[in-house]
Structures are given as C-alpha cells and as structure tokens.
C-alpha cells in the first residue's frame, strides 16, 4: 500500500533551517501531485507548498514564499522541504501528501513536529 513517511523535523532557534523528507513507496508517483501541509496547536491544517512529481513545477503559499523550497528527487522517491529563515510561526505538525489533483489528496503521511524558538 503507499506510505509516506516524513523525517527531519525538530527543535530550531528562530532564523534557522530545517530540512524535511518526505519518503513515498507503493505506486509510481508520476503525475501525482505532493504537497506539504502544516497544522498548529488549535489551527486548521494549511497548504505550504506542492510540486508535480513529474514536471518538477512548484507552488507555494504566501507566508513561506521566498523561505521555503520544494523539490524531489525521483531515483529516491522523496520529496524535500528546505526550510530557511524560520519563523515562531512556523510552529507546526508538518505533513506530507499525495494526490492526483491539487484539490484533493488521497495519501498523507503521519506527520513531522517542527518547534521554531524565539
């Protein structure tokens, strides 16, 4: 069955980085669509970035534009998130996702803590 499993989060000062992993296996992931989502404390889950698996395009949300990089690595199966400059408000569970469409996505995975400090 297809599994996405995220690695690499943790605790960073503010104005630091972080690199997240998102491992995918269980199906070829051509034309698929991954995305990364982030849910704080009493928050709803928001996007962050998505990338076609195999055009490579990207896409981000305002409030990481210019911070934060997407990209994926086929060979591996694993999409990355580069995070730079990190904020407090950056605080979040981190996810990652697949799907056919960018309005829906069929797979997740269990999620990456990620704690900016000020």
């Known amino acids: 069955q297809v599994q996405l499993v995220e690695s690499g989060g943790g605790l960073v000062q503010a104005g630091g980085s972080l690199r997240l992993s998102c491992a995918a296996s269980?199906?070829?992931?051509?034309?698929?669509?991954m995305g990364w989502f982030r849910q704080a404390p009493g928050k709803e889950r928001e996007f962050v970035a998505r990338i076609r698996w195999t055009s490579g395009s990207s896409y981000y949300a305002d409030s990481v534009k210019g911070r934060f990089t997407i990209s994926r690595d086929i060979p591996k199966n694993t999409v990355y998130l580069q995070m730079n400059s990190l904020k407090p408000e950056d605080t979040a569970v981190y996810y990652c996702a697949a799907g056919v469409t960018t309005e829906h996505y069929d797979y997740w995975g269990q999620g990456t803590q990620v704690t900016v400090s000020s």
């Open positions: 269980g199906r070829t992931f051509s034309g698929y669509v």
